[in-house]
């Protein structure tokens, strides 16, 4: 199985641009799709990201995704980033045997 | 508009089974994978493993000869039974919906605690 590793946290003013990395750790990133989800304190996660760049209904196009093979990682970016952008982000992909792993998570301040 | 609520005994003893059911309204069971998640405290998220509507199921390999997760369509509820249950348990269990590449609904999730 792989891992997938992603910065404990990051921090950004409000109106700039925040990117959030996940490296995975064997096999092609490309392999299997990277989702991203979204989790303000105290509530559940919400998916932001998902066939590494799609975003679902109503999540705003200042989030977008996208995977790079040079560096076997995907990247979520938050522009024009917000108070209320301000929680934890996992990635997840999942494995050959169609289990899920999560990254362990990134914690976004919004200074 | 789907929602999904988890509910059961909010604390387990030691050795017991842990046992949550996720209620599904707004929208059909079949067709779907349905999955579970848990967050320990100040943590991050695992996923324990997914039901298929026709009750295929699929396990987190680290908790697969403790785990059971069940569909009862007719009921429009899944379920998840941990037996042999530690304090390492202790979480917030997520279910949620499964499309196949995103977890589009979660439920709110319920705080299970494993302790004399």
């Given at each position: 199985n792989f891992l997938l590793t992603q910065p404990h946290s990051v921090s950004e003013?409000?109106?700039?641009?925040?990117?959030?990395?996940?490296?995975?750790?064997?096999?092609?990133?490309?392999s299997n799709y990277v989702q991203w989800s979204q989790q303000r304190p105290g509530s559940a996660p919400t998916s932001v990201?998902?066939?590494?760049d799609q975003r679902p209904s109503g999540v705003?196009?200042?989030?977008?995704?996208?995977?790079?093979?040079?560096?076997n990682s995907a990247s979520l970016t938050i522009s024009g980033l917000k108070t209320e952008d301000e929680a934890d982000y996992y990635c997840?992909?999942?494995d050959s045997g169609n289990r899920m792993?999560?990254?362990?998570?990134?914690?976004?301040?919004?200074? | 508009q789907m929602q999904l609520q988890e509910s059961g005994p909010g604390l387990v003893k030691p050795s017991e089974t842990l046992s949550v059911t996720c209620n599904v309204s707004g929208g059909s069971i079949?067709?779907?994978?349905?999955?579970?998640?848990?967050?320990?405290?100040g943590k991050g998220l695992e996923w324990i493993g997914y039901v298929y509507y026709n009750g295929?199921?699929?396990?987190?390999?680290?908790?697969?000869?403790?785990?059971?997760?069940?569909?009862?369509?007719?009921?429009?509820?899944?379920?998840?039974?941990?037996?042999?249950?530690?304090?390492?348990?202790?979480?917030?269990?997520?279910?949620?919906?499964?499309?196949?590449?995103?977890?589009?609904?979660?439920?709110?999730?319920?705080l299970v605690t494993v302790s004399s």
């Open positions: 003013f409000p109106g700039r641009t925040v990117t959030i990395s996940c490296t995975r750790s064997s096999g092609s990133i490309a990201i998902y066939e590494d705003p196009d200042r989030f977008s995704g996208s995977i790079d093979t040079s560096t997840q992909s999942y792993v999560f990254g362990g998570g990134t914690k976004l301040t919004v200074l | 079949d067709k779907y994978y349905w999955a579970w998640i848990r967050q320990s405290p295929v199921t699929n396990y987190n390999l680290s908790l697969r000869s403790r785990v059971t997760i069940s569909v009862d369509t007719s009921k429009s509820h899944f379920s998840l039974r941990l037996k042999s249950a530690s304090a390492a348990d202790t979480a917030v269990y997520y279910c949620a919906r499964d499309t196949g590449s995103h977890y589009d609904y979660w439920g709110r999730g319920i």
